[in-house]
Every structure is written in C-alpha cells, then in structure tokens.
C-alpha cells in the first residue's frame, strides 16, 4: 500500500486500470503466450471508455456547501455504551458467579472502559476492535482485594456483548471468566 493513500480508493483505481489495460489492449494471454492482440469493436472500447469516465468523475465529488468527507464513511462504535450482566468462572479452582456492569467507548478502532463487579472488584480495560471482536482484551483489577492483569476477547453481537478472560493474579491465583451482558 502506498503511506497515506485510502486502500479502497487504490484498490479502485488498481482495478480500474486493470480493466482499462485488458479491455482496451487485450491480449490472447498475458502469461507470456503468443502476444497477439485479440480483434474488438470499437464500439466496446468507447463503452468502457465513457464507464470508466463517469465512474472516476464520480469519486471524490462534493456538492456545492457539502463539508463532509466524501470517501469517510461515518464510524460504527458498537463498543461505546453501558453494559450489564453476569460474570461466571473460576478463581483458583473454586467457582463463582456475580453481577457485572462495563462502561465503554470507543474512538476508531481503540477501545477503553471501566468495569466493576457485584462483589466489589473493579478496573479498566482496553483494546483493539476489529469489526465485532475485540481479540487483544487487556483488562486490569485495581482494587486491592485482586489486583493484576488479565487478558481475553471480547465479541458485540446486535446489543450484546460476549468477553472471556483469564490471568493469574497474586492475591487470587487463576482467574478463568466469562461474560454475556447488554447495553442498557
């Protein structure tokens, strides 16, 4: 990819090329064949000719007083919101259950928030979204009960989120959890 060049708008004008360079000037085979050129109308290469025309007069265009980008689409922040539910798992070996509410946002692809639990807990977190998912889920307990690090994924489905996580922390051993809650 080129620095600083929207992939989509060059991977237009790539193919666009590409259709320009084989429907214009065909070949028999391109793979080192026998080179000759294969006969077309006319009348194909001013088709191609006036599409490819109104299509690349048609990017990047904006309407007189039109502020907003034109290649930009508006972004999606489905991580950004308030999410509650409930949190199961174990915590050296022993299994729990509680209540857990998140609080995230999301600005482009960086997502950040806070978290407490029912019985008190409580931190941050951060990552990645990639689409749906959230796949390098860092999140950290910065209440004194279980401080420590743990990592995971988390995954938004319409308004519903899905988060598995585990680390060992050194007040409480292996902590292995799992999440579903809802924005509310």
């Not at 989509?8 to 050129?37: C, E, M, T, W």
């Not at 990639?130 to 743990?150: F, Q, R, W």
């Not at 585990?166 to 509310?184: E, F, Q």
Request: some cysteine.
């Amino acid at each position: 990819m080129i620095e600083g060049k929207n992939p989509i708008s060059y991977g237009i004008i790539v193919g666009l090329y590409q259709v320009l360079v084989h429907v214009l000037f065909p070949r028999a085979d391109r793979s080192g064949g026998n080179g000759k050129r294969i006969k077309r109308g006319p009348l194909m290469r001013i088709a191609v000719l006036f599409a490819l025309i109104l299509l690349v007069g048609g990017c990047g265009s904006k309407k007189s007083g039109d502020t907003s980008s034109a290649s930009a689409p508006a972004a999606s922040t489905p991580f950004s919101g308030t999410f509650v539910g409930d949190q199961t798992g174990t915590q050296d070996g022993v299994n729990f259950s509680q209540g857990i509410k998140f609080v995230l946002s999301q600005a482009g692809n960086a997502v950040t928030g806070t978290w407490i639990s029912g019985t008190g807990g409580s931190g941050t977190l951060q990552g990645t979204a990639v689409e749906a998912t959230v796949s390098d889920l860092k999140i950290v307990e910065v209440d004194t009960l279980c401080p420590g690090t743990m990592t995971g994924t988390m995954t938004i489905v319409g308004k519903d989120i899905a988060a598995r996580f585990t680390g060992t922390l050194p007040k409480c051993g292996l902590v292995v959890a799992a999440v579903v809650a809802s924005k509310s």
